[in-house]
């Protein structure tokens, strides 16, 4: 049987093209963000009011003007249970900077359980719990932890699924601060 | 004419390569292996093995989870009335540690564990053939993250059988008396 040649070099290229494109997207998957978080990144973030774990009514518009690290974490998420205390010193440390770390717990424990986990890791930022509709809100949340960091301006600047390192989390709030801050300026 | 062919084909291609899916997350799943059709006695409990198998690179936790906000591998079985579920065995799990708490040892069941359930139908149950219903939960992680609890249904069928016919012993007799 005769081969066509041009449809060797086309199948040829055509898998060269697979390849690279794997390639560059593995790499990049190497820092776990999902596509639904990369089409979120520059829009405003969902709007959502949930009550806190001490009653307060909380809505995402009262943080205008800082930077947001919004996590999204449930008791039974180990990776959550790590990176929670460095939620608390990034709070501790860029709060006077603007920082505002927002945890919205997403699972079926009591509020009672939620408030002892939260007390045992030390946290000092508000939890709120979460509904269902806010988790669409925000692309689903299939899978914990999911952190949003939003600018000054309220949009989202980044989102990460999964447990990251400190230093990236950290990177990741220096961009919500710096995002943004030129329309506060101007206010 | 044929570098018109190559231009469509090229464009077909890197369609085709640029709407693969964008590597992100696996979702993890949990499949139980077929369970062969049983035969159990009436009146005896018999020990009934069920296979889980969980895909790579995830973990559940075991049925003694290291913490008590930590969700356990459960297994409910709702059997038809006079066919009594007895206790159901958990393997121990894998102390491991993970990424993202190398300090700390989780107990968790990879790649695949065994349930032992105890069935023993009552002796009133009529033979047959029974189907039983269920469902495991489990919750799973992979090396960074963790993805909400899930409840699986689990079904398998018994054939119910008559136990031997009881053992008879001979009445006692009193001894002859060959005179």
């Known amino acids: ?187 | 004419m044929a570098y018109n062919r190559t231009l469509i084909s090229l464009l077909i291609f890197t369609s085709l390569a640029i709407s693969q899916d964008i590597p992100g997350r696996k979702i993890p799943s949990v499949t139980m292996s077929p369970v062969p059709l049983k035969t159990v006695t009436r009146g005896k409990p018999t020990d009934i093995d069920l296979r889980f198998h969980i895909s790579p690179g995830f973990h559940v936790n075991s049925n003694k989870p290291n913490s008590e906000f930590l969700i356990p591998t459960a297994l409910k079985i709702n059997a038809p009335t006079d066919i009594v579920i007895g206790k159901i065995t958990y393997p121990p799990g894998q102390e491991a540690s993970f990424p993202f708490a190398p300090d700390e040892k989780l107990s968790v069941y990879r790649t695949e564990f065994t349930l032992g359930v105890v069935v023993r139908p009552l002796v009133s149950v009529v033979p047959g053939k029974y189907m039983l219903h269920g469902e495991l939960k489990y919750q799973a992680c992979d090396n960074a993250a963790c993805y909400p609890p899930k409840k699986m249904p689990v079904d398998f069928e018994v054939k119910v059988v008559k136990g031997p016919p009881p053992h008879r012993r001979n009445p006692a007799q009193s001894p002859h008396v060959h005179g």
Request: aromatic share 10%.
């Open chain 1, 1 to 187: 049987m005769k081969r066509d040649p041009f449809i060797i070099i086309v199948a040829a290229m055509a898998l060269t093209i697979m390849l690279v494109f794997g390639f560059h997207m593995a790499r990049r998957s190497s820092r776990p963000i999902d596509k639904a978080g990369a089409q979120m990144k520059g829009q405003p973030a969902p709007e959502f009011t949930l009550q806190s774990l001490d009653g307060k009514t909380v809505h995402l518009a009262d943080f205008r003007g800082k930077g947001v690290l919004l996590n999204f974490w449930a008791t039974w998420c180990q990776p959550c249970k790590i990176e929670m205390p460095w939620f608390v010193e990034l709070q501790k440390r860029y709060g006077p900077q603007g920082l505002q770390v927002v945890g919205v717990a997403m699972d079926d424990a009591s509020p009672e359980d939620i408030s002892k986990f939260a007390k045992d890791l030390g946290v000092n930022y508000p939890v709120l719990i979460g509904k269902e509709a806010v988790g669409d809100a925000y692309g689903g949340v299939p899978f914990m932890p999911e952190t949003f960091y939003i600018g000054r301006d309220g949009k989202v600047v980044d989102k990460v699924v999964g447990l990251i390192s400190r230093s990236d989390i950290e990177e990741d709030v220096k961009k919500a601060l710096a995002e943004g801050q030129a329309v506060q300026a101007e206010r």
